[in-house]
């Protein structure tokens, strides 16, 4: 029945991907880590490909704390996260007003579980997620904030309290998903170590699995089915990558293998792209079938996830190489030097490649052509740890102080 | 059609009834609903609908909201400031302002929880930008650390400012001195420690934080393949300093160790040997004239276990991930006259640069930071 179900899911995954496809979705949304679609991928928004700072920085808005939770695109609301306070333990969650840069509320919490973290980090380092009407703010001390559009809290959960020993004090950083009426988390450590899921309206735990007590830093992904209802979380974890069942949390497939703890696979039609020693093209098993490796190839991402944009991949190494690669092969197409370390993952916006380094040096890359070209670089002149948000023809990017919308001036302007 | 009439009279009747009783529910009730919440979401269905119920009630106001967290455990007075922030809003919406008369009277009670008094002090001084000074004069040794913090933050503001007019040097110090008394914050430690010391005045920072700095220490015992952890080495189970140990390079005994360190620290690898997989017990008494309970609080990269008196306390099975002041704390019960304090320090296998530390540091303090006890 399991296996049988599965197979469903799976061969419905493959057909509804290219009715998913970010390439003909109209997302003006970017509803988590990575985007609505955990891709990073957002090929309708037109962005700036040149930055002017008259007539491009559409608002540069000042943040409480710091964080390198990405923000994240709800409507008219972009919502972020930071933490302060001398510890750490002030959780800040904020919604702008994405055509003013105006705060419009601002709910602060109380750290329950562990706020130690590596300098470079903070407590806010999770990107919130939000299905549209809620908003999951998660943060390192294993705190989950559920609030609505208009900042009234839901419900409140600190996963600490459950499991006093879950966390690191190098920092926690993995993000949450919302996927159907659950909310995901994967709270990987020396600790306490699991994942869970929890009903997205009361914050009751659905399922809980125990993983391995080892650290680990990526996100829960989704991988689609033909229906909301047969959507999978996929776990990526350092002993290997493993679906389940959303409302249950049963696992239907796993594929033991050393993979990366730090960034995170990306599913594109069907098939698991994972940091794996190196990188490696997957298809999950379907009922009584062995795992499908696509292929395996030695470019190994550093801190920033790898990114599918038209049949290519995209995999940026810890000395700032960018390397793209055949999507189907794994065959390196070219490569080109960025610079400077990276732990934003990239996005696309419309057909340009946008990265951020972590002195806040912005890359615009142009995938067009052949090679790889540097179509324009800007200095935002601050440290940036968090992934870029797309959203309605506007990149926003976050540093440890400040908030920018970039975007093309409006016709009133 | 008449018995169509009748039953939405009934209806509607029944109705108000059940509005009527949703609004007699009494503000404390509500917010003991909300109270109720504890771990694995206990109590969320009831505290959602009650958070639900207040924040649509009209004429609540912030100080009656904050009561609530009195008596409330961290959990439940997260959702009460959410609700606190809510209510607040609707207020500046509906009247432009709080009532500063009441917040002022919730901050100057300290019966109130502290977390609700710095909100309160935060909502009254965003209103009233001039009650700041002349609250916080009085709390250098206010209960809320938050508060606490304010208060010490604001002498160093003065100090500065005694600075920037050329006072003393002296006079500048004692407000520094003043201030640093009072910090129980690390950052705010470290600064006016550095202060004072620029002009001319001396700080015991192990003093200061009740770091435990003589030792009796003894290994390296066997740690390989991570299995020394669970292993109970003779250390866990007698003390005689004269004794020889079987130890994982040959015997070994327990020899003093003095920390110099200014945050506690306690060196293994200096002390007894720079050796991977090895474990290492650190034996301290400590002296205190009544029972009293107070914190333990250490900061480590290797994985620890400590015992109180021969009873565990804690133990943390975590290597190389991070470590700070107060990384760990757990609540214990000190016995009137000596206590002995025993952490096992285990190293493991990793041979990154990073992870060759093998030390500890720990502290004994009340709740708010200040030191308990004393070293015989």
């Known amino acids: 029945m399991k296996l049988a179900r599965y197979t469903t899911i799976l061969v419905a995954a493959l057909l509804s991907a290219l009715a998913l496809s970010p390439a003909v979705a109209v997302a003006a949304d970017w509803l988590q880590f990575r985007g609505s679609f955990g891709n990073g991928v957002a090929h309708d928004s037109q962005v700036p490909t040149e930055w002017d700072d008259e007539r491009h920085i559409a608002w540069k808005a000042p943040l409480p704390g710091k964080g390198p939770a990405s923000p994240i695109v709800v409507g008219e609301n972009i919502v972020v996260t930071s933490s302060s306070g001398p510890q750490q333990e002030m959780l800040h969650v904020l919604c702008l007003d994405a055509l003013t840069g105006e705060k419009r509320w601002e709910r602060r919490f109380w750290a329950t579980g562990r706020t130690l973290c590596h300098p470079t980090s903070a407590n806010a380092a999770p990107t919130p997620a939000s299905d549209g009407e809620l908003i999951f703010a998660f943060f390192s001390s294993n705190d989950l904030v559920c609030l609505d559009l208009e900042g009234n809290l839901k419900w409140f959960r600190g996963l600490a309290y459950d499991y006093p020993k879950a966390g690191n004090d190098i920092g926690m950083a993995s993000s949450p998903l919302v996927i159907g009426d659950t909310v995901v988390v994967q709270v990987e450590n020396q600790g306490n170590s699991f994942a869970e899921g929890l009903d997205r309206e009361t914050g009751l735990t659905k399922w809980h699995l125990d993983r391995e007590p080892v650290s680990n830093w990526s996100s829960p992904m989704a991988l689609r089915g033909a229906s909301p209802e047969e959507d999978l979380v996929v776990l990526q974890s350092p002993d290997g990558v493993s679906t389940h069942d959303a409302d249950t949390g049963e696992e239907f497939w796993k594929f033991d293998g050393e993979c990366s703890s730090v960034p995170s696979l990306v599913c594109e039609q069907g098939v698991l792209y994972v940091p794996s020693q190196g990188m490696m093209a997957l298809r999950p098993a379907s009922e009584g079938g ?79 052509g052949s090679e790889g070209e540097i179509v324009s670089e800007y200095e935002l002149g601050e440290t940036v740890l968090a992934s870029p948000a797309v959203g309605d023809d506007a990149l926003y990017i976050r540093s440890n102080g400040h908030l920018w919308k970039i975007a093309e001036p409006s016709a009133e302007s | 059609m008449r018995g169509i009439f009748c039953c939405g009279v009934l209806a509607i009747v029944a109705c108000a009834t059940i509005s009527t009783a949703a609004e007699s529910q009494s503000v404390d009730s509500l917010l003991a609903d909300i109270q109720a919440v504890g771990p694995l979401g206990e109590g969320h269905q009831t505290a959602i609908s009650a958070w639900g119920k207040l924040a649509e009630m009209p004429g609540l106001t912030v100080p009656q909201v904050l009561a609530g967290m009195d008596g409330a455990g961290p959990l439940a007075q997260n959702w009460i400031r959410a609700l606190a922030a809510t209510v607040a809003e609707q207020a500046m919406d509906r009247e432009g302002e709080l009532p500063a008369d009441e917040l002022e009277a919730f901050v100057r009670n300290t019966e109130h929880a502290p977390r609700g008094r ?259």
């Open chain 1, 290 to 368: 062995e795992t499908d490796i696509l292929w395996q190839a030695s470019v190994a991402p550093g801190n920033a996830s790898p990114l599918i944009f038209q049949d290519s991949l995209f995999v940026l190494n810890r000395g700032g190489v960018l390397t793209s690669s055949n999507a189907a092969s794994g065959d390196v197409q070219w490569r080109l030097r960025l610079g400077g370390t990276f732990w934003a993952s990239p996005v696309v916006a419309g057909s340009h490649l946008y990265f951020v380094n972590q002195e806040g040096k912005v890359f615009i890359v142009s995938t067009g």
């Open chain 2, 118 to 376: 710095r909100l309160a002090f935060e909502y009254l001084t965003r209103q009233e930008p001039e009650k700041r000074d002349e609250l916080l004069a009085g709390m250098l040794d206010d209960p809320s650390l938050e508060l606490r913090r304010d208060a010490v933050q604001a002498l160093v503001d003065h100090a500065e400012k005694l600075a920037e007019q050329d006072a003393q040097e002296e006079e500048v110090r004692k407000v520094y001195e003043k201030a640093f008394a009072a910090a129980r914050d690390l950052d705010q430690i470290e600064q006016l420690a550095g202060k004072i010391k620029e002009l001319g005045g001396e700080v015991d920072l192990p003093a200061h934080f009740g770091f435990v700095t003589d030792w009796m220490v003894i290994g390296p015992f066997d740690n390989t393949d991570r299995e020394g952890f669970s292993k109970a080495y003779p250390p866990e189970t007698e003390f005689n300093p004269d004794q020889e140990y079987a130890g994982k390079d040959g015997a070994v005994k327990w020899s003093p160790y003095e920390s110099t360190d200014e945050h506690g620290l306690v060196n293994l690898n200096e002390h007894l040997v720079d050796e991977k997989q090895v474990v290492a017990y650190a034996r301290a008494e400590w002296e205190i004239p009544d029972a009293t309970e107070a914190e333990f609080r250490w900061g480590t990269v290797n994985a620890t276990k400590v015992w109180l008196n021969g009873e565990p306390v804690a133990e943390h099975d975590v290597y190389h991930s991070g470590s700070n002041i107060d990384q760990y704390r757990s609540i214990v019960k000190l016995r009137p006259g000596k206590n002995v304090i025993l952490v096992k320090v285990c190293q493991n296998e990793q041979t990154e640069p990073w992870t060759n530390r093998w030390e500890v540091q720990l502290r004994v303090c009340d709740e708010l930071g200040t030191p308990v006890g004393q070293a015989p």
